[in-house]
Structures are given as structure tokens and as C-alpha cells.
């Protein structure tokens, strides 16, 4: 009577690896899209945050806070009161991702996130008024949104990894209440749209 051996065949041994290569050539093909995707929502979370954490704080704070939207990445908040100006933070999103527009974007009116901007300007906090500086906003004691003038102002913050549309973003502000929303670029073709 020979004893009985135990363990994998060569076999068996094959086809566990075969899978395996086919699991982590799946994974190595979705991996770059995932990350790219997960920047963009970093650079969108962190645009978004700047421009609530400045309506939340003047409203908090009883000062006026002011801030700069520097491309290529760059944001920067400024406390302004009693005539002195200190700087709060400065950040930047992403090494990937930037403040920019594609060429592809919609460009009609009713097909723009809430209907600001141009589909064209990447930083605009100058809707509607003129004589503003496009990339700043000043949030006041009120909570609302104003240009350098002092003119109520709603505005738009695009950002994407230029090679990849489907990374596109693009943040909201209206200017009398400093509500902010956040939108992503949809679809193909003729049939893009924000969402």
C-alpha cells in the first residue's frame, strides 16, 4: 500500500496563476483612470471648500475674506479687517489637475452650470458686471459674494487634467447667497454635458 501524496499539481498551479495575471492586468488597466478621476474630485472638493470655508468664516468672523484663484493650481485667502490684510492659507490642488477650460466644453447659455460664465474663461467672478478681476472674490460679513467693486457677483471655477475631458469640473457661486455647487463634465460627442 504507498502512502498518499498531498499538494498542488502543476496544473493547478498554472491556472491559479493564469488567473491571478488576468485579475492584475484588469486592475493595471483600470487603475489610471480611477486615480485621475479621484484627483479631479479632490481639485473640485478643494475649490468648493476654499469658496464655502471664505463665505463661512466672513459671515463667522464679522470681516470681509478675499480670494485669489492663481492658474495653474492656486488658491488663496486673504482676512481683510480694519484695513490690514493677512494671509489665511494658501493651497494647491493636485499637480495633475488645473484651473482650465477645454476646448470641447459647451458653450451655449443653457447648457452652462447654472447658466455662468462662457465655457471659455477657466476662473470668472466677473459675471454680469464689468471692471472686476476675474479670479478674485471677496466674501462679506453678510455672506454675499462681491468683486473688487463691490458689485454682487456670481462666479465659475473650472479645473480638469487638460488630456482628459472626463475629468472636467466645474464650481459654482451665487454671489447674494454664497451658495456653491459643483458640477461634472457627461458624455460624448455632441452630447456632452454638464451634471
Known sequence: MRPRQTGFSLVEMMVVLAIAFVGLTFAM????????????????????????????????????????FTAPRTIQTDRIAGGVTTTVSTVQIP???????????????????????DGIIAIDFDLGVTGGVANEIYFQPDGTAVDVNGNLNNGIVYVANPSYLNTSRAVTLYGATG??????????????SWQ
Do not use: E, W
Request: charged share 15%; proline share 5%; hydrophobic share 35%.
Open 29 to 68: 488597466i483600470q487603475f489610471p483612470p480611477a486615480v485621475r478621476n479621484a484627483h479631479a474630485d479632490t481639485a473640485a472638493q478643494m475649490t468648493q471648500n476654499a469658496l464655502r470655508n471664505g463665505h463661512d468664516l466672513a459671515v463667522a468672523d464679522r470681516a470681509t475674506y478675499h480670494l485669489t
Open 95 to 117: 499637480t495633475d489637475m488645473q484651473f482650465t477650460t477645454l476646448s470641447q466644453f459647451p458653450k451655449t447659455f443653457n447648457k452652462l452650470p447654472d447658466g455662468f460664465g
Open 179 to 192: 451658495r456653491v455647487k459643483t458640477y461634472r463634465i457627461a458624455g460624448s460627442g455632441s452630447g456632452i
